[in-house]
């Protein structure tokens, strides 16, 4: 039997792409999901398409950018199944631009969600798996965490940083039995260039994505990460498409 079973799981960004690929995922194998993201039309019926295949999940409308919000979703996890086995904090935009336009807004965004986000993630859900000692923090980080393209200072900065955290934490954390994974993937087909606001560009980079996988790539990483024995960490994975070069 999958050790994926009963195990509860926050997914951030679980309304669409890799977060809403993710939670097909985890559900087959039995987990008990939360839930996350801003658009709830999306959130309730990835939870109603859930519990119609006889599987578990709760959902909550959250802004990963307020750390009050991250505070009551773990608290809403913590309420309704009494426990956190794992969080994937997965939720993040893309709005490329090179830093010269100076959108001031699209970085303090970019930094909002894809570095405070997991942070927040993190910090609400420490205490609890400190306690038990036990856990899984997961954190979706990009190949653009290894990489610098052009266009994509703050993006990467921001992907960077991720694994910056990540693995700070698993320094950190490793004597508490806590477990962390830096998940990067490549080129997945999925919404985030629509946070591109430079037309030209965004125009250029929908066609080098042509060569996107399925989101349901990630997904299957991630399962991976989760169902190994809890004394096995998968602490790093890239998941490229092959044909994608850099
Ligand atoms: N697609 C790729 O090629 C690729 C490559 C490398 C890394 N990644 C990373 O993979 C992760 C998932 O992205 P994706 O490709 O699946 O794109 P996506 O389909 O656009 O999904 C992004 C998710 O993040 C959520 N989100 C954005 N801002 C949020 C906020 N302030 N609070 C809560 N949720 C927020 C969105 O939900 P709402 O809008 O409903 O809030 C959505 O569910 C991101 O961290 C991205 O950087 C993607």
């Not at 658009?39 to 999940?57: F, M, P, T, V």
């Not at 909550?60 to 309704?80: G, P, R």
């Not at 420490?126 to 994509?152: C, D, Q, T, Y």
């Not at 260039?193 to 996988?213: H, N, P, R, Y």
């Amino acid at each position: 039997m999958s050790n994926i079973k009963d195990k509860v799981v926050i997914i951030t960004g679980a309304s669409s792409g890799i977060g809403e690929a993710t939670a097909k995922e985890l559900t087959s194998k039995g987990a008990k999901l939360v839930l996350a993201a801003r658009r709830e039309d999306r959130l309730e019926k990835l939870q109603k398409e859930i519990q119609n295949n006889g599987g578990q999940a709760i959902y909550k409308v959250t802004d990963v950018s307020s750390h009050e919000q991250m505070e009551e979703l773990a608290f809403y996890a913590l309420e309704e199944y009494g426990k956190i086995d794992v969080i994937v904090n997965n939720a993040g935009v893309m709005p490329l631009s090179p830093v010269y336009q100076k959108k001031i807004k699209e970085w303090d965004t970019m930094i909002d969600v894809n570095i405070k986000g997991v942070l927040y993630g993190i910090a609400a859900v420490l205490p609890s798996m400190r306690e038990r000692k036990e856990g899984h923090i997961i954190n979706v980080s990009s190949i653009a965490g290894h990489l610098v393209f052009p266009a994509g200072s703050v993006y990467s900065g921001t992907k960077f940083a991720v694994r910056a955290i990540t693995e700070g934490l698993r320094i950190e954390e490793a004597s508490n039995n806590i477990r962390t994974t830096i998940i990067s993937p490549g080129t997945i087909t999925t919404e985030l260039l629509e946070t591109i606001t430079d037309l030209e560009l965004k125009s250029a980079i929908v066609e080098d994505s042509k060569i996107g996988i399925e989101p349901a790539s990630i997904a299957r990483a991630i399962v991976f990460a989760i169902e190994q024995p809890s004394d096995v960490a998968i602490n790093e994975m890239i998941v490229r498409p092959t044909i994608q070069e850099l």
